[in-house]
């Protein structure tokens, strides 16, 4: 995947958004360029995505455009199929027996993997006491009470709780954290910064020495030759580090397991930090289109980068969090039983089952979502049914 140099914006044949959609962009911008401003000229790229995708009102995800479905930018496993969110719910109803039947849910869009979870436990008698669902933006939080009101036991967060014994859900929330973007250069690693050039565009500059904690977390890092451009995670690093807080705090306080379950596209550290993947992962979504322009119209669309799991599982570790498994989403999805599931819908009623047989086969084909896309599973107190463990990889963290 490509990152630099991204393309001119004008050269982008991409869909022409509305003129509320243009102003809302260019309010984002200013808000940008104030802060670039105020900044002696130069600000993190870190900054830079953390503002376009979460500024207040304006930020992607905190904005009011559509994001998800055949609508919106991209779609992801909930929205292809209630069978991932009821796949879910079976895991879930196992660890239940270890942790609180409690879930936190991180990230969750519109709503759907807490509505088909929610449902299948309905459907197949699962006790549940109550999901948390921890959501900033207001505009989010508004489309998931509509689609939910029907559900009770949906309790909505501002902020994560200091301590909590349950299972803790996060599907494709890692890739859309903030990154630093580092470049090997001839005098060393440099962080890449986000600044005006003379024509009023926002482009990178490595401009500062990357600090040494960022540099960690490219294995072999002085082997890469200068002109080397990657991500580092350091946001989501931090965020699994307050998850793990929370989980032994919960544990430490009633005894209970606590578990974490992440389900994203990414790789272990030694394959995502490759010689060939010379311009990093970083890529845009608008539309349904993929680009790897970063300042195309901020605020429109989707940032995101692969995700670092070598780095998520040992901050985990770090914090004494167990890695109870990493594996495919194919492979946990399979175990888990989602076959079982598609065919509580009868073969011959062609219309409900072939729809949602190809679903299953986007989910888990290595040739769709089903290799890119890993599981990782960290815990206290906690232990995974055999069966989830068959396809672990956790040897290549």
């Known amino acids: 995947m490509r990152l630099l140099n991204p393309t001119p914006n004008n050269k982008l044949s991409l869909p022409v958004p509305s003129a509320d959609a243009q102003a809302a962009s260019s309010a984002l911008r200013q808000v940008i360029c104030a802060e670039i401003a105020a900044n002696a000229g130069a600000i993190s790229f870190a900054r830079y995505m953390e503002l ?18 055949k609508d919106g930018d991209f779609t992801t496993s909930p929205e292809m199929s209630a069978l991932f969110g009821a796949t879910l719910a079976q895991v879930c109803a196992k660890l239940f027996l270890q942790t609180s039947a409690n879930i ?6 519109s709503g759907r993997l807490a509505f ?7 459907t197949s008698g699962i006790a549940l006491e109550r999901y948390f669902i921890v959501e900033l933006s207001g505009e989010l939080r508004a489309r998931q009470e509509e689609l939910l009101k029907d559900f009770p036991q949906v309790v909505w967060l501002q902020t994560m ?44 500059q490595a401009s500062r020495q990357a600090a040494a904690q960022l540099v960690a977390q490219i294995p072999d890092a002085e082997n890469f030759a200068p002109g080397y451009t990657t991500e580092v995670h350091a946001v989501a690093v931090g965020f699994m580090h307050s998850v793990a807080q929370m989980l032994l705090v919960g544990h430490s306080q009633n005894g209970k397991a606590g578990v974490a379950i992440w389900l994203d596209y990414g790789f272990p550290a030694h394959e995502y930090y490759l010689d060939q993947r ?13 680009h790897p322009d970063p300042f195309y119209l901020p605020g429109l669309q989707d940032i995101t980068a692969h995700v670092d799991f070598t780095a998520i599982a040992s901050a985990a570790l770090e914090d004494g969090l167990e890695l109870l498994a990493y594996t495919s989403q194919a492979g946990f999805l ?23 047989a190809n679903a299953l086969q986007k989910l888990v084909s290595p040739a769709e ?29």
Not at 278 to 290: D, F, K, P, V
């Open 161 to 204: 709780p200091a301590a909590f014994s349950g299972v803790v859900l996060g599907n494709e929330v890692l890739d859309a954290m903030p990154v630093a973007l580092l470049k090997k250069t001839a005098q060393g690693w440099a962080e890449l910064d986000v600044v005006l050039d003379a024509q009023g565009a926002f482009v990178l």
């Open 369 to 397: 979502m089903g290799e890119l896309f890993k599981v990782l599973v960290v815990g206290c107190g906690a232990q995974l049914a055999p069966e989830l463990q068959r396809h672990d990889r956790s040897h290549r963290l």
């Open 104 to 109: 936190m849910e991180f990230g969750a869009g």
């Open 278 to 290: 010379i311009q990093g992962t970083l890529m845009c979504h608008y539309r349904h289109h993929a």
């Open 52 to 69: 376009a995708l979460y500024a207040p009102q304006l930020g992607y995800y905190s904005g009011g455009a559509i994001k998800l479905g």
């Open 116 to 122: 088909d979870f929610l449902s299948e436990c309905q």
């Open 334 to 356: 399979l175990e888990a039983g989602i076959g079982e599931i598609l065919l509580r819908i009868p073969v011959d009623d062609v219309r409900r089952y072939l729809p949602a």
